[in-house]
Each structure stands twice: as C-alpha cells, then as structure tokens.
C-alpha cells in the first residue's frame, strides 16, 4: 500500500526555515495537499496541488514535489507555526486518501 | 464563510454502533463533496470516506465493511455510521468539504468519540 513517510518531528529557531519532507515512490506524479494542525483543533489547509496556497495562508508557506518527495517549507519560521504537520494525497493504486505520519514542528 | 459542526455521543460501547452528524451552515450541502476523516489519539489523520454532491460514496478499504456516509439535504447535514466499533475506533472525527485534487478545505471542529464499555 502507499505510505507518505514524514520525519516524526523538526525543530527549528525562530526566523529560519523549516523544510518538512515527505517521501514516497513517485509521489511527483500526485497532486500533494499539506495541512498544519495545532492542539486542539482542526486541520487547516496550508498548501494544495503541490505550491498553490489557499485564500488567507501566508506566503511564509511554500510548497514542491519532485521525483520521490514532496516538500513543505516555511521561510521565517514563527513562534505561532509550532504545530504538526500532514502531507495527503490520493493514492489511485489503492483507491483512497492517503496522509502522511505528520510532523511536529518545534520553533526553540 | 461556511461552518460545519460535528455532534454526536461522545461514548460508545464496544461492538455498538457509533452515528455522528455534521451540520453544515453558509453552504448547501448537495453542492459539495463531503468527507469523514479521524484522528487517534497520539496518531495521524486517517480518512474515513467521502459523499460526493452526486451521491454516490467511497469508503477507505479498511473500514467499508463498516461504514456508511449519507446525507439530509432539507436538514442540510451529513451523516456518519460506523458499526461494529472496537477501541482502535476511538479518536477525533472531523467532518470536511473535499475538492478532489485539491484535498480538503473547510473543516469542523471535531467531535471526540470513546469506545469503552
């Protein structure tokens, strides 16, 4: 089956930049989704279709997919983007939505 | 803005079956795809299924057996049903407007769901 592999945690200094990698076979084929989910509440959709950003969703997120990886980076990491992280696609071989493991992302 | 609101019985007794509802307000909701996703405690977001605006379902392989997604369009809300539960089906379940390739965009706030005799 298809499994988005993410690291279980990062941790970054505030003002620097977080790169949140997710891994699988050919995932640049996919259309990748990256959701931020804080405790306690809901996911909030920060990336769709690879790059593109929702309504609302500052340009400190940015996204890319290539070859076997996928990457969400936030440039100018914030005291407020300490939160876990989700890459998700839909996995046409075994006809579902997949999301990744998640990623904690600590800003020190 | 559309909102969406989970409810349901925050415990459910093993085996039971567990029926969650989603209101839904700023939107019609035979306008929309729709979805189920849930999160365990100290685990990922795991997708449950989707109701599309034409009707038609589709379920995550692991749960079909068990799970059925409808809706009420003069109530204007969605419809979880979840048989036969067992402990691993506790967890937060989100209901969510899903846009295909653009994955899912307004969520609820979720509602917590125990499974504990």
């Known amino acids: 089956s298809y499994v988005l592999t993410q690291p279980p945690s990062l941790s970054v200094a505030p003002g620097e930049t977080a790169r949140i990698p997710c891994g699988e076979n050919?995932?640049?084929?996919?259309?990748v989704q990256w959701y931020q989910q804080k405790p306690g509440q809901a996911p909030v959709l920060v990336i769709y279709s690879d790059s593109d950003r929702p309504s609302g969703i500052p340009g400190r997120f940015s996204g890319s997919n290539s070859g076997n990886t996928a990457t969400l980076t936030i440039t100018g990491v914030e005291a407020g983007d300490e939160a876990d992280y989700y890459c998700q696609v839909w996995d046409t071989g075994s006809d579902r939505v997949v999301f990744g493991g998640g990623t904690k992302v600590t800003v020190l | 803005q559309m909102q969406l609101q989970e409810s349901g019985p925050g415990l459910v007794k093993p085996s039971e079956t567990l029926s969650l509802t989603c209101s839904v307000s700023?939107?019609?909701?035979?306008?929309?795809?729709w979805s189920w996703v849930r999160k365990p405690a100290g685990r990922g977001l795991e997708w449950v299924g989707n109701?599309?605006?034409?009707?038609?379902?589709h379920y995550n392989p692991s749960l079909k057996s068990r799970v059925t997604i409808s809706r009420d369009t003069s109530k204007n809300r969605l419809s979880l049903i979840l048989t036969s539960v067992t402990a691993a089906d506790t967890a937060v379940y989100y209901c969510a407007t899903y846009y295909g390739g653009s994955g899912f965009d307004y969520w609820g706030q979720g509602t917590l769901v125990s499974v504990s005799s």
């Open positions: 700023g939107g019609s909701i035979s306008s929309y795809h």
């Open positions: 109701l599309y605006y034409s009707g038609s379902t």
């Open positions: 050919n995932i640049g084929s996919k259309s």
